[in-house]
C-alpha cells in the first residue's frame, strides 16, 4: 500500500532543483548587473520561478507518484496535469526576458529558434509527445522502468514549454504570438488533443496492465473506473486550462482593437 511518509530523494531529483534554483539566484542575483544593466531584482519573476521548482518536486517526489507509479492511473494524470500546467507556466512567467536573452539573441540561434517556438511546431510538438507517451506500450514500459518514468516526466515538461512559449514567451526575440493566432492555437491543440483524451476516456478495455492488476487502494473504484476518472480529469482540467487562456488573449485582443479604434478616431477628429 501507499506510504504517505515516503517522498524522493534521489541526489539527481534534489540536486537538480536545488542547482535550478542556486542557477536562479546567481543569474538574478550577483550576475545580474553583467546580464542587464540597471536591472531592479526581479521579486515577481523570482517568485513564480521557485514556486514551479517547488510544484514540479510535489508532482514527481510526494507519495502521489508512488500512488500513480503503482495503483492509480487518475493520480499519475493529476502528476501531469501539475506538470503540464501549473509547473509550465509559472516557469516561463518566472523567466525575465533580460534572463533568456544570451541564448535567444544569439544570432546563429535564432534561425533555429524561430522554427522551434513556430507555434505550429509547438502545438504539434506538444501534442504528439502526450498521445505517444498515453500509447499502452510506451506508457506500461515508463511504469516498469525507473529511468523510462523520469525521461517520460521531464519531456512532459519540456513539451509543455514549448506548448505555453507562443502565449508567455519571455522573449522580446521571439515574443508570444498575436493574440487573434493565440485563440486559433489554442482552439488547433485541443481538437488535436481528442484523439487521446477520447482513446483513454471511452475505451472499453483496460488500457494499462499495470493499474489493471494493482491492488484497489480505494473502495469501489475498479480499474475501468479510475481510467474513465483519469480521461475525464485529462479532457477537463487541459479543456478548462485553455479555455481561460482563451479567455484572457480574448480580453486582450479586444482591449488592443478598442484602443486601436480610439487612437483612429481621435486622429480622425484632430483631423
Not at 545580474?32 to 518536486?57: N, S, T
Not at 475505451?203 to 473504484?221: K, M, W
Request: aromatic content about 16%.
Amino acid at each position: 500500500m501507499i506510504d504517505w511518509t515516503h517522498w524522493h530523494n534521489e541526489p539527481f531529483l534534489i540536486g537538480g532543483l536545488i542547482f535550478l534554483g542556486w542557477l536562479y539566484a546567481i543569474l538574478t542575483g550577483p550576475w545580474r548587473e553583467q546580464l542587464a544593466p540597471g536591472a531592479l531584482y526581479p521579486r515577481r519573476h523570482a517568485v513564480k520561478f521557485y514556486a514551479a521548482l517547488v510544484i514540479f518536486y510535489l508532482a514527481v517526489g510526494s507519495p502521489l507518484d508512488q500512488a500513480g507509479e503503482r495503483y492509480l492511473l487518475s493520480a499519475h494524470m493529476l502528476q501531469h496535469q501539475l506538470i503540464l500546467y501549473p509547473a509550465a507556466v509559472l516557469f516561463l512567467l518566472g523567466l525575465p526576458d533580460w534572463l533568456v536573452r544570451p541564448l535567444t539573441g544569439r544570432p546563429g540561434l535564432r534561425p533555429i529558434l524561430r522554427v522551434l517556438t513556430h507555434p505550429l511546431v509547438c502545438g504539434v510538438l506538444y501534442t504528439a509527445v502526450i498521445t505517444v507517451w498515453h500509447l499502452p506500450s510506451f506508457y506500461d514500459l515508463a511504469l516498469q522502468n525507473r529511468p523510462v518514468h523520469i525521461a517520460e516526466h521531464f519531456s512532459f515538461f519540456g513539451a509543455a514549454l514549448f506548448y505555453w512559449w507562443p502565449l508567455l514567451s519571455p522573449s522580446k526575440e521571439f515574443p508570444p504570438a498575436s493574440y487573434a493566432w493565440q485563440m486559433l492555437y489554442l482552439l488547433a491543440v485541443l481538437i488535436g488533443m481528442t484523439p487521446v483524451f477520447a482513446y483513454i476516456t471511452f475505451s472499453t478495455d483496460v488500457l494499462y496492465p499495470t493499474y489493471e492488476y494493482a491492488p484497489r487502494i480505494v473502495d469501489g473504484l475498479s480499474a475501468a473506473a479510475d481510467q474513465l476518472l483519469a480521461g475525464a480529469m485529462m479532457k477537463l482540467v487541459g479543456m478548462s486550462v485553455a479555455m481561460i487562456a482563451f479567455g484572457v488573449s480574448f480580453y486582450r485582443w479586444f482591449q488592443a482593437s478598442e484602443a486601436r479604434a480610439g487612437k483612429k478616431q481621435g486622429r480622425d477628429c484632430t483631423g
